[in-house]
């Protein structure tokens, strides 16, 4: 089992910075593949971005690929995501997941592929 605890999340305006915290426990953090993923009111979730298990490799989302970034520091068992120049239509609630399978090295997209899931954080971006 892995438990997944995000924190970070706030009220900004448009423009404004952000840097999301995903502090993982009860897995060995370094077999993990993490990804983020956000899910507005009314939405489906929706892929942000994913990291391999050294974060030597990095998948983005068209729509953040260029504003956010993704790293993870092993020692801490923590991803972060760090959001600029945010977007009224980044509004959401960010969930972190992990990925235990270690047959390939690809970072999905699709969230059936993540088996543990956290409960989010709510990023708001006022215009």
């Known amino acids: 089992q892995v438990q997944l605890a995000e924190s970070g999340g706030g009220l900004v305006q448009a423009g404004d910075s952000l840097r999301l915290s995903c502090v993982a426990s009860?897995?060995?953090?370094?077999?993990?593949?993490m990804g983020w993923f956000r899910q507005a009111p009314g939405r489906e979730r929706e892929f942000v971005g994913a990291?391999?298990?050294?974060?030597?490799?990095?998948r983005y989302a068209d729509y953040v690929k260029g504003r956010f970034t993704i790293s993870r520091d092993n020692g801490k068992t923590s991803v972060y995501l760090q959001m600029n120049s945010l977007k009224p239509d980044d509004t959401a609630v960010y969930l972190c997941?992990?990925?235990?399978?270690?047959?390939?090295?690809?970072?999905?997209?699709?969230?059936?592929?993540?088996?543990?899931w956290g409960q989010g954080t709510q990023v708001t971006v006022s215009s």
């Open positions: 990291i391999s298990w050294r974060g030597d490799s990095t």
């Open positions: 997941a992990a990925d235990k399978n270690s047959y390939n090295t690809i970072l999905y997209s699709a969230p059936q592929h993540y088996e543990y």
């Open positions: 009860g897995r060995s953090f370094n077999t993990l593949k």
